[in-house]
Protein backbone atom coordinates (compact mmCIF):
# COMPACT_ATOMS: atom_id res chain seq x y z
CA UNK A 1 0.00 0.00 0.00
CA UNK A 2 1.00 3.68 -0.72
CA UNK A 3 -0.42 7.32 0.55
CA UNK A 4 -0.66 9.52 -1.88
CA UNK A 5 -1.50 13.22 -1.52
CA UNK A 6 -5.44 13.60 -1.79
CA UNK A 7 -6.82 16.28 -4.82
CA UNK A 8 -10.28 18.14 -4.66
CA UNK A 9 -10.99 15.49 -7.49
CA UNK A 10 -10.93 12.66 -5.10
CA UNK A 11 -13.74 14.09 -2.87
CA UNK A 12 -16.60 12.00 -3.94
CA UNK A 13 -14.64 8.78 -3.47
CA UNK A 14 -13.54 10.34 0.17
CA UNK A 15 -16.50 11.08 1.44
CA UNK A 16 -18.01 7.53 0.59
CA UNK A 17 -15.41 6.09 2.45
CA UNK A 18 -15.93 8.56 5.39
CA UNK A 19 -19.75 7.98 5.23
CA UNK A 20 -19.49 4.19 4.99
CA UNK A 21 -16.98 4.13 8.03
CA UNK A 22 -19.84 5.90 9.64
CA UNK A 23 -22.26 3.15 9.39
CA UNK A 24 -19.81 0.95 10.30
CA UNK A 25 -19.02 2.69 13.71
CA UNK A 26 -22.94 2.53 14.18
CA UNK A 27 -23.70 -0.81 13.18
CA UNK A 28 -20.68 -1.62 15.96
CA UNK A 29 -22.40 0.31 18.76
CA UNK A 30 -19.47 3.14 18.48
CA UNK A 31 -21.20 7.10 18.74
CA UNK A 32 -18.06 8.20 17.44
CA UNK A 33 -18.57 10.00 13.87
CA UNK A 34 -22.28 9.99 14.61
CA UNK A 35 -22.83 14.20 14.99
CA UNK A 36 -21.80 15.09 11.29
CA UNK A 37 -18.22 14.90 11.96
CA UNK A 38 -16.22 14.54 9.87
CA UNK A 39 -17.86 16.31 7.24
CA UNK A 40 -16.94 17.45 3.64
CA UNK A 41 -16.35 20.83 4.93
CA UNK A 42 -13.29 18.66 7.37
CA UNK A 43 -12.23 16.55 4.12
CA UNK A 44 -12.20 20.08 2.11
CA UNK A 45 -9.95 21.62 4.70
CA UNK A 46 -7.58 18.54 4.96
CA UNK A 47 -7.22 18.63 1.09
CA UNK A 48 -6.84 22.81 1.34
CA UNK A 49 -3.88 22.43 4.00
CA UNK A 50 -2.08 19.23 2.26
CA UNK A 51 -3.24 17.00 4.80
CA UNK A 52 -5.61 14.21 3.40
CA UNK A 53 -3.85 11.41 1.44
CA UNK A 54 -5.66 8.78 0.07
CA UNK A 55 -4.54 5.05 1.01
CA UNK A 56 -4.07 2.99 -2.69
CA UNK A 57 -3.62 -0.84 -2.67
CA UNK A 58 -3.80 -2.76 -5.99
CA UNK A 59 -4.04 0.71 -7.75
CA UNK A 60 -7.21 1.23 -6.35
CA UNK A 61 -8.60 3.72 -3.82
CA UNK A 62 -9.23 1.66 -0.27
CA UNK A 63 -9.16 4.53 2.32
CA UNK A 64 -8.18 7.75 3.07
CA UNK A 65 -6.59 9.43 6.20
CA UNK A 66 -5.14 12.88 7.54
CA UNK A 67 -1.92 13.05 8.12
CA UNK A 68 -1.30 16.14 10.12
CA UNK A 69 2.09 17.60 11.45
CA UNK A 70 0.91 21.19 12.72
CA UNK A 71 0.06 19.77 15.93
CA UNK A 72 -3.51 19.30 17.53
CA UNK A 73 -4.99 22.07 19.68
CA UNK A 74 -7.02 20.11 21.82
CA UNK A 75 -3.92 17.96 22.49
CA UNK A 76 -3.02 21.30 24.91
CA UNK A 77 -5.51 20.30 27.18
CA UNK A 78 -4.69 16.95 28.12
CA UNK A 79 -5.63 15.39 31.25
CA UNK A 80 -2.87 12.88 32.06
CA UNK A 81 0.37 13.56 30.70
CA UNK A 82 2.24 13.11 27.07
CA UNK A 83 5.10 11.24 27.20
CA UNK A 84 7.08 14.05 25.01
CA UNK A 85 6.92 17.78 23.95
CA UNK A 86 8.61 17.60 20.97
CA UNK A 87 7.10 17.95 17.41
CA UNK A 88 4.73 15.07 16.41
CA UNK A 89 2.58 13.68 13.80
CA UNK A 90 -0.89 13.00 14.50
CA UNK A 91 -3.32 10.64 12.22
CA UNK A 92 -6.94 11.97 12.25
CA UNK A 93 -10.26 10.43 9.98
CA UNK A 94 -9.05 7.21 8.93
CA UNK A 95 -11.53 5.53 6.95
CA UNK A 96 -10.94 2.29 5.13
CA UNK A 97 -13.24 0.53 2.54
CA UNK A 98 -15.59 -1.73 3.91
CA UNK A 99 -13.86 -4.95 1.47
CA UNK A 100 -10.30 -3.65 3.23
CA UNK A 101 -11.14 -4.13 6.73
CA UNK A 102 -9.64 -6.42 8.61
CA UNK A 103 -6.56 -7.18 6.03
CA UNK A 104 -3.89 -4.71 8.63
CA UNK A 105 -4.25 -1.70 6.24
CA UNK A 106 -4.61 0.42 9.10
CA UNK A 107 -1.62 -1.00 10.74
CA UNK A 108 0.11 -0.09 7.69
CA UNK A 109 -1.01 3.68 7.45
CA UNK A 110 0.29 4.30 10.80
CA UNK A 111 3.87 2.64 9.65
CA UNK A 112 3.25 4.89 6.34
CA UNK A 113 2.46 8.02 9.12
CA UNK A 114 5.71 7.05 11.09
CA UNK A 115 7.75 6.86 7.99
CA UNK A 116 7.05 10.03 6.92
CA UNK A 117 7.51 11.91 10.63
CA UNK A 118 10.82 10.36 10.42
CA UNK A 119 11.34 11.85 7.04
CA UNK A 120 10.90 14.86 8.53
CA UNK A 121 12.75 14.08 11.75
CA UNK A 122 9.63 13.88 14.26
CA UNK A 123 9.98 11.26 16.39
CA UNK A 124 6.18 11.26 18.17
CA UNK A 125 3.30 9.88 16.88
CA UNK A 126 -0.07 11.00 18.62
CA UNK A 127 -3.60 9.64 18.15
CA UNK A 128 -6.86 9.83 20.18
CA UNK A 129 -9.98 8.36 19.80
CA UNK A 130 -13.34 7.46 21.32
CA UNK A 131 -13.35 5.37 24.72
CA UNK A 132 -15.93 2.82 23.28
CA UNK A 133 -14.40 2.55 19.89
CA UNK A 134 -12.88 -0.49 20.70
CA UNK A 135 -11.77 -1.82 16.99
CA UNK A 136 -9.64 1.69 16.90
CA UNK A 137 -8.25 0.98 20.83
CA UNK A 138 -6.83 -2.00 19.66
CA UNK A 139 -4.97 -0.71 16.63
CA UNK A 140 -3.66 2.11 18.71
CA UNK A 141 -2.40 -0.51 21.29
CA UNK A 142 -1.76 -3.05 19.03
CA UNK A 143 1.25 -0.35 17.09
CA UNK A 144 2.67 0.33 19.79
CA UNK A 145 1.08 3.50 21.31
CA UNK A 146 0.68 4.05 25.35
CA UNK A 147 -2.09 5.85 26.69
CA UNK A 148 -1.57 8.83 28.22
CA UNK A 149 -4.75 10.59 28.89
CA UNK A 150 -8.47 11.92 27.91
CA UNK A 151 -8.92 15.12 25.70
CA UNK A 152 -12.26 16.76 24.16
CA UNK A 153 -12.60 17.03 21.05
CA UNK A 154 -16.27 17.67 19.20
CA UNK A 155 -18.11 18.19 22.04
CA UNK A 156 -17.15 14.38 23.40
CA UNK A 157 -13.98 12.79 25.60
CA UNK A 158 -11.49 10.90 23.72
CA UNK A 159 -8.72 9.05 24.81
CA UNK A 160 -4.85 10.15 23.89
CA UNK A 161 -2.16 7.82 23.08
CA UNK A 162 1.72 8.62 22.05
CA UNK A 163 4.29 6.20 20.59
CA UNK A 164 7.89 7.79 20.35
CA UNK A 165 9.11 6.61 16.63
Not at 1 to 14: F, P, V
Not at 62 to 69: K, L, R, S, T
Given at each position: ??????????????M?????????????????W?????????????????????????????????????????????????L??????????????R???????????????E???????????????????????????????????????????????????
Open positions: MELKIAKADHLQRIELINDAKAYLKSCGVDQQNGYPDQHSIENDIRKGTGYLCIADEKIVGYVCIDFEGEPAYETLCGKWSTQPYVVVHRLALDHSRGKGLASQVFALAALAQKRNIHSFKVDTDNDNEIMKHLIEKNGFQYCGTICFDNSEKIAYEKLI
